[in-house]
């Protein structure tokens, strides 16, 4: 491999994966998770049937 070829694809690479995140984060945002995964205490509601 051309060295100058090898570093112009890292950057593609990151930025795919920060898309990635970005697009989960906003899903998980949605469904009232905190960055762990647990649901947050303001956000969780008793329903009633």
């Known amino acids: 491999l051309h060295p100058q070829t090898a570093t112009t694809k ?3 690479i990151r930025d795919v994966t ?4 970005i ?3 906003s ?5 009232g ?3 762990a995964l ?3 205490q303001q956000d969780v509601v ?3 049937w």
């Open 38 to 40: 647990e649901p947050r």
């Open 18 to 21: 920060r898309i990635e995140r």
């Open 46 to 48: 008793e329903m009633q």
């Open 33 to 35: 998770l905190d960055d």
């Open 27 to 31: 899903h998980i945002r949605g469904l």
């Open 10 to 12: 890292v950057p593609e």
């Open 23 to 25: 697009g989960a984060h």
